[in-house]
């Protein structure tokens, strides 16, 4: 695709359950990197790939969440036993090369815990 | 501890008119600064950006202006097009870090 695409659009599920956030990256982008935005709050860095590695994982709130990526491309990030604070927009960027200047973003998941 | 902040949350302008949108920040090492623009339900898209030793960069009705010693920059859009009602958000950004460092945001509205 053109873009950067992320699914689910919404997510909504219950305080207790594992939810799985899936990103595809622009082909050819070798960084991505997850976001979460809260309500009237800018973007929180949460973790940021070069390739299938994670060089700074120090934005990830609890050993809760944790992040993948596989081939380069897609990228999953999961959030277990969610609590209702999880609630937020959780927006992925990729850009071209070692962390690129200009972050091409998704539309975001918009997560609400219950 | 907020190293970039937005203190406006929203900001009214007359079509035709200057917007002017303002940014400041405490850490002088970084050494970028963007500006990205969000509509609802889509990602932010980057729109400008300028360099720590740049005090100016234009593109278009785009103008970001830089002042260091007082750790500021601004937005200029002139003039204002109803399309530019969005949410600004300033980002500040460390080669040594990867990281973009977000402002808040300020909801820019254009009056027709």
């Known amino acids: 695709g053109a873009g950067v695409s992320q699914s689910p659009s919404n997510k909504v599920t219950e305080k207790g359950k594992d939810v799985e956030l899936r990103c595809d990256p622009i082909?050819?982008?070798?960084?991505l990197y997850w976001y979460r935005q809260s309500l009237g709050q800018g973007l929180e860095f949460l973790i940021y790939?070069?390739?299938?590695?994670?060089?700074?994982k120090s934005g990830l709130p609890s050993d809760r969440f944790s992040a993948e990526r596989t081939g380069g491309s897609v990228s999953t990030l999961t959030i277990q036993r969610t609590q209702q604070e999880d609630s937020a927009v959780y927006l992925c960027?990729?850009?071209?090369?070692?962390?690129?200047?200009?972050?091409?973003f998704g539309p975001g998941t918009r997560l609400t815990v219950l | 501890d907020q190293q970039v902040k937005q203190n406006s949350p929203s900001l009214s302008v007359q079509e035709g008119r200057i917007s002017i949108l303002n940014c400041d920040y405490t850490?002088?090492?970084?050494?970028?600064f963007l500006w990205y623009k969000k509509y609802p339900a889509e990602g932010p898209t980057f729109l400008i950006s300028?360099?720590?030793i740049k005090d100016k960069n234009e593109d278009g009705r785009f103008t970001v202006f830089l002042n260091k010693s007082a750790k500021h920059l601004s937005l200029h859009i002139v003039p204002s097009q109803p399309g530019d009602s969005a949410v600004y958000f300033c980002?500040?950004?460390?080669?040594?870090?990867?990281?973009?460092?977000w402002g808040a945001g300020t909801k820019l509205i254009i009056k027709p």
């Open positions: 980002a500040a950004w460390k080669d040594s870090n990867y990281q973009l460092i």
């Open positions: 790939f070069q390739g299938n590695s994670a060089p700074d």
């Open positions: 300028i360099s720590s």
């Open positions: 082909s050819g982008h070798t960084a």
């Open positions: 960027a990729s850009s071209l090369g070692r962390g690129g200047l200009e972050q091409f």
């Open positions: 850490n002088s090492m970084f050494d970028y």
